[in-house]
């Protein structure tokens, strides 16, 4: 299935409004009503630019997907391509931590994609265009033709998107960051950097 196109701005603002309700109400609490109301509109003129839910989870997906490229172009640009995509990956992990991205939302439409097929299949584009963009770096990293990082580093990339949503979801607590997170999250960034070590050390062996 084709992911829709980017949002129009006030598709955009309409999403950046309803983000909140849905990581507190969750996908299944969350009604048409409650998202317009967050939205600052009535239902019949919400159901103009979102007819479904699922509608939108895919322009948040869609969207987020565009931040995602755009970070990879950077990573692919860099005079160090292995200690960028370490850095990046490294600061979104951070900012699941620190609670300032959005953890609780995506742990609703990770749990909703087990439910409803819609919603599953939006998912799973999402991490299957996230896995293309590492394969694409680990690639450039090691110095090989694109299919035979695919080959050698399918897994690799399928770990990587694992723990990046495992620190996304573990956000949603809320609250004090405990020591215990912190170490957890610690935890992930050393095995996305033992990961990462394996693509690079490829390279060398070849």
Same mark, same amino acid.
């Given at each position: 299935m084709a992911l829709a196109t980017a949002a129009r701005p =006030?598709?955009?603002?309409?999403?950046?409004?309803?983000?909140?309700?849905? /990581?507190? @109400?969750?996908?299944? %609490? /969350?009604s048409m009503q409650d998202l317009a109301r967050a939205a600052g509109m009535?239902? %019949?003129?919400?159901? =103009?630019?979102?007819p479904s839910k699922a /509608?939108?989870?895919?322009?948040?997906?869609?969207?987020?997907l565009a931040e995602v490229e755009e970070k990879f172009t950077g990573i692919a640009a860099a005079a160090d391509p292995l200690a960028a995509l370490r850095c990046g990956l490294h600061q979104h992990?951070?900012?699941?931590?620190?609670?300032c991205d959005d953890g609780p939302l995506w742990a609703e439409i990770t749990a909703a994609a087990l439910r409803k097929p819609e919603i599953g299949a939006v998912v799973q584009k999402m991490e299957s265009e996230i896995r293309g963009y590492l394969l694409s770096a680990f690639a450039m990293i090691a110095g090989m033709p694109r299919d035979e990082a695919e080959r050698?580093? /399918? +897994?690799?990339?399928?770990m990587v998107v694992m723990l990046? @949503?495992? +620190?996304?979801? &573990?956000?949603q607590?809320? %609250?004090q960051v405990s020591a215990g997170r912190i170490e957890l999250n610690g935890l992930v960034k050393r095995m996305i950097d033992a990961v990462?070590?394996?693509? +690079?050390?490829? &390279?060398? @062996?070849?």
């Open positions: =006030r598709e955009a603002e309409i999403l950046d409004s309803i983000r909140q309700t849905f /990581a507190e @109400k969750g996908f299944d %609490g /969350a009535s239902v %019949g003129n919400f159901y =103009r630019y979102f /509608a939108m989870v895919e322009a948040i997906v869609t969207r987020d992990i951070e900012e699941e931590c620190s609670g050698r580093f /399918a +897994a690799h990339s399928a990046v @949503k495992a +620190a996304a979801i &573990q956000a607590a809320g %609250g990462l070590a394996e693509v +690079a050390a490829a &390279q060398s @062996k070849d």
